[in-house]
């Protein structure tokens, strides 16, 4: 996928589930081009997969620009597995107490 493409996925969907949609999109390019749907290539087991796609990870960063800059501003720090629905908060608060 093109960054482009890339970038109208993640702009055109909620923040929350960003990196989720992109590596469902990769996935389905990957079946594309293996002539198989979707469904059929996520129920080929992992080590099997390897003929279809490499491993893939996405990382969204959002950047904003509303913020008053303020650098001590308290923000909420969570850390989140991938594909995986829940949040928790991060282990790296204890490195600045939650102040970036």
Known sequence: MTNQEAGDI???????GA???LIKKALQEAARKGQLRYEELVKINNGDRRYFHDDITAVVVFLDHESPGNKTALVPQISIQGC?????PSKFTILQDGVI
Request: charge should be positive.
């Open 10 to 16: 993640v702009h055109g969907g909620p923040r929350t």
């Open 19 to 21: 990196a989720k949609r």
């Open 84 to 88: 995986v629905d829940t949040d928790r």
